[in-house]
């Protein structure tokens, strides 16, 4: 009997449930809102109802290896209770696990869902057949994930792996985690509109993102790529600026880890051809191991289903 | 019978060959001078010589377990190759384990002397009884070693773990590595005597600092902590600036790996509580990790012998 598990990708906006087999094929989803705006309590009915519907549907087909649940922020393992997250306002030590486990009433896996995403990528995507693997995910903030020797690395008590969080301009931007100089507050999408938004202000934007800007339509950073691509100077240097800090954070891990893949992913990763030329001088600039041998920095393959597929595997694995 | 190994630390002064018991009892060593201007087959030699006086002095009443070494730089560990050694001038790209295995006749453990220093630690100094490590070692430069679940983790190719070499300011002070802004750069014995001389060159020196450089004595970060014991203010800002980069790497290092200890060591720790201070407020305002959960940073125990005891340790392990 062919095994499979329910992978869910709890987002900020999107609630995602899927059915995944063994071999890695999705064959059922539901696609939901997360409506943080009507608490906490109804996301997860909302969320344990999904996965149960689906449960239902193929429990008799199928065989279910278990659960996996990625959700956003800094999740304490040894008690389920979620820290912090930006992403889910209201959630902050809330003991998620308890709230789950009192509506599901069978055993599941509770994980980061950039871990998650890493796993995923490390089972069947970019990182496929690679023993160590360091997954950043750029979507409006930064996020990471490092598989060890095939496995998810936690650290101490789950936290690991806030690779958004690295600093690399001491005095530079205010980060929301309360830092300056973060990752984050330079190669995330909300990056990209700040620092257009700072140009703006600055009057030193071109005349490309003044039109954009006074156009009335919503300043994104996939906007400001579109820009990019026509040769749009502010643009281009908004990407250059998000390849540095990429390169530059890159870079350190590589001295750090010694490991040889790297994967990009999240909705920002499509800007890539912006990014890449300074993201590649500055790994060579900043790291001494990279000069000596040269590592892969490789696109996410599975895009916005990485979360879904690592949290499946979390059950299947 | 009681089992012992045999640990060299070869540094690019020092060259310390000693006789360690299973219990981390150090029996016999002997203290020789590296003498790098003799060239590195003349080292070698000399390593290899001392290691099988003290194997023959003791491998009658006791039962030889193993030996292992400790080098400086970049090893891969494929071949045995040091890819790169600023404190072993004219040693890149020698066959390190080729020469001693053509000398010793016995297997032996070669291993970078960081990585053995944290194990030193991890076996019987500030890491006993600790599952993960991260540990610096301060010296002329920073040396890193990471530990997770009790191993020494390599990476793929055995660089892991040049924590030296992450860069804290991107247009900063040049680093040996031929980066800018590196934790070297800022928080190495070298560093302080660099930030010494930048202030004395620039004209902000101190009336003291001034003196101690006008008085032909070496500048060295002994003596400019000495000053800063004192009470000099330019003495007290350089290790001010010392404490700010540990403590901004650290907090980088903590968001990546969740560690729950980290080892700082080398001579230049003995200057702790002249950084301390800057140290610990940096950690708190650059890693929310941290401020949601503190870590212990310790001082190394084993201070010069770390090295030692965990290159015995590889072969007692």
């Known amino acids: 009997m062919t095994r499979f ?33 009507r608490g906490r309590e109804d996301v997860v009915d909302r969320m344990t109802n999904g996965i149960l519907e689906l449960v239902n549907r193929w429990k008799d087909r199928y065989q279910l290896a278990g659960i996996g649940i990625g959700i956003p922020g800094i999740l304490r393992l040894k008690d389920g209770v979620l820290v912090a997250s930006p992403n889910l306002p209201g959630w902050e030590n809330f003991n998620v696990r308890a709230q789950i486990a009192k509506r599901l009433n069978s055993p599941f896996f509770l994980e980061n869902d950039a871990n998650a995403a890493a796993l995923g990528e490390k089972w069947i995507g970019s990182g496929k057949d690679v023993k160590h693997l360091c997954f950043l995910t750029m979507g409006t903030g ?22 958004g969080h690295v600093t690399l301009y001491p005095g530079g931007r205010l980060c929301a985690c309360g830092n300056r100089g973060c990752l984050e507050a330079y190669a995330a999408a909300s990056a990209v509109v700040s620092a257009a938004r700072e140009m703006l202000q600055e009057g030193r934007a071109s005349e490309g993102l003044q039109k954009l800007a006074a156009s009335g339509s919503k300043l994104t950073s996939a906007r400001i790529y579109e820009l990019a691509k026509e040769g749009d100077p502010s643009a281009q240097e908004i990407f250059q600026m998000v390849g540095r800090a990429l390169g530059m954070a890159i870079a350190n891990f590589i001295n750090i880890f010694d490991l040889d893949t790297f994967v990009l992913g999240g909705g920002a990763v499509e800007a890539w051809d912006a990014f890449e030329k300074s993201m590649f001088e500055e790994v060579a600039l900043r790291s001494y191991v990279w000069r000596n041998d040269p590592r892969e920095i490789l696109k996410s393959s599975l895009g916005s289903q990485a979360g879904i597929f690592g949290a499946a595997y979390l059950a299947l694995g």
Not at 12 to 27: D, I, K, Q, Y
Not at 144 to 157: A, E, N, R, Y
């Open 142 to 163: 930064i996020g990471g994930g490092l598989i060890f020797d095939g496995k998810i690395w936690h650290g101490v008590s789950g936290m690991a792996a806030e690779l």
């Open 5 to 37: 598990a329910i992978g869910v990708d709890l987002g900020g906006t999107n609630l995602r449930v899927a059915a995944v087999n063994e071999h890695g094929g999705l064959f059922d989803h539901l696609s939901l809102e997360t409506l943080v705006e």
